[in-house]
């Protein structure tokens, strides 16, 4: 059991200690975690060489892709529309993944790794496209069995404004309301128990994840502050399965109003696998700073990568540009040397926008209300090492609240292509049977 799996199992391992961790270089990171699962691997291997002998694999460990494998992140603007409709076939794969649990007694048990066989990559079959429709295939390594129909561009998903509703009261059971579920550590692998209270307040979603002494929520015996999840049950695997294969745009509006430190947060998190271990994420921290990464089995890796010259680097905290320019001077034209303690995005209104390419992973743009455009601020770089775990088997969206933080999600919205959002009469997605 490594270090970070001892600290899991005895309830003491947080984002932080993994974040840490993660300032490895790449290389390293990669090699440890082959080499320490190697050994109780060796004869999982040894049965697949001996199964599929002759046909053409790519063994990954943890779900990393082979070493050769260097995805071009596709350099586009949010107005730049994408998409279309076309039939693909992939070849299945052949995964039992084992999670490294939450919880001690899971813990304990040794994780085995995915044993992948991928036949020879396969080239999208090409149908007649409709009228005004372009046509797409999906990345020949997004592990999608069988044949999927990606909906053309500008296709709604989901919307949700929260305007339908009136106010109520906080409370632990708001997301039975919306048809959103609870994950729990014993039925879900979530990381924590959760007490997160929810209300509706003029047409937002207010969360209260922090206990102040002006708080009157409850019986007072609640201990809130731990990282919650909840899964938007319309976007569950097999809704969003089609969606995750070609091009889509997920956008929101957050706003904080208060924190335990400038680190908390909440996003929405996406292809979430259905072990619930594994899922995309950008979490925007009330203090102006941000991270974009994928979490695989406890682990975070970056998509960004700190350079200069791209600047698209959203985690940046050196005043002086060596790593890309803060967010927070991006977004507020505030120094970081000057405010980097300080809770800067406190009741500011914000627009995150994430633009999603099945190759390599979402582009990153955000807004503050009184900006007329997004700032794009993260991409996908193929020198960060997040770019080589893109491609597990997960669809789902999800809310998570990171940690002791209160505020407002609004204004949902998801729909196909990399366009604008469409027309409120737009066509709304039907998966295809």
Avoid at 380 to 399: C, E, F, I, K
């Amino acid at each position: 059991m490594t270090e970070l799996q001892l600290l899991e199992a005895i309830g003491m391992l947080d984002e932080e200690t993994v974040l840490d961790a993660e300032q490895l270089p790449a290389k390293g990171k990669l090699l440890s975690l082959r080499a320490g699962r190697f050994t109780r691997q060796i004869s999982a291997i040894a049965a697949c060489l001996l199964l599929f002998c002759g046909t053409a694999f790519i063994l990954r460990t943890g779900g990393s892709k082979s070493a050769d494998y260097e995805p071009t992140a596709p350099d586009m603007t949010p107005t730049e529309a994408a998409g279309g409709l076309a039939t693909t076939t992939a070849a299945p794969l052949a995964d039992t993944p084992s999670a490294e649990e939450p919880n001690a007694t899971m813990a304990t048990a040794e994780a085995t790794t995915y044993a992948t066989t991928v036949a020879a990559a396969t080239t999208a079959a090409t149908t007649a496209a409709t009228p005004g429709a372009l046509t797409t295939t999906r990345a020949d390594s997004f592990p999608i069995g069988g044949s999927v129909t990606v909906p053309p561009e500008s296709v709604w998903v989901y919307t949700e404004d929260f305007n339908r509703y009136g106010n109520t009261p906080l409370a632990l059971d708001i997301p039975t309301v919306l048809n959103w579920t609870k994950l729990t550590v014993n039925a879900d692998k979530a990381y924590s128990e959760s007490d997160v209270a929810f209300a509706l307040r003029d047409g937002r979603l207010y969360f209260d994840n922090l206990d102040t002494a002006e708080d009157t929520f409850g019986d007072g015996t609640l201990t809130r502050g731990k990282d919650a999840y909840y899964t938007v049950d319309l976007l569950n695997d097999d809704y969003m399965k089609p969606v995750v294969a070609g091009k889509y745009t997920l956008q929101y509006d957050l706003e904080y109003t208060n924190a335990a430190d400038v680190k908390r947060y909440a996003a929405l998190i996406t292809e979430f696998s259905d072990d619930r271990q594994c899922y995309s994420s950008f979490h925007l921290r009330i203090g102006g700073t941000a991270n974009h990464q994928i979490h695989y089995y406890g682990a975070w890796k970056d998509y960004a990568y700190p350079d200069p010259a791209t600047d698209l680097n959203p985690a940046a905290d050196d005043p002086t540009g060596a790593e890309g320019t803060p967010l927070l001077q991006k977004l507020l034209g505030l120094d970081i040397a000057q405010h980097g303690d300080e809770m800067n995005l406190v009741d500011i209104r914000l627009t995150v926008r994430l633009q999603w390419e099945p190759k390599t992973g979402h582009h990153v743009y955000v807004k503050t209300a009184t900006m007329t455009d997004f700032v794009k601020v993260s991409a996908p770089d193929p020198r960060a090492v997040g770019t080589q775990y893109v491609g597990w088997d997960g669809y789902a969206v999800a809310l998570k609240i990171g940690g002791a933080v209160e505020g407002y999600l609004d204004n949902i919205l998801l729909w196909t292509g990399w366009g604008e959002p469409p027309a409120s009469s737009a066509e709304r997605y039907q998966p295809t049977p």
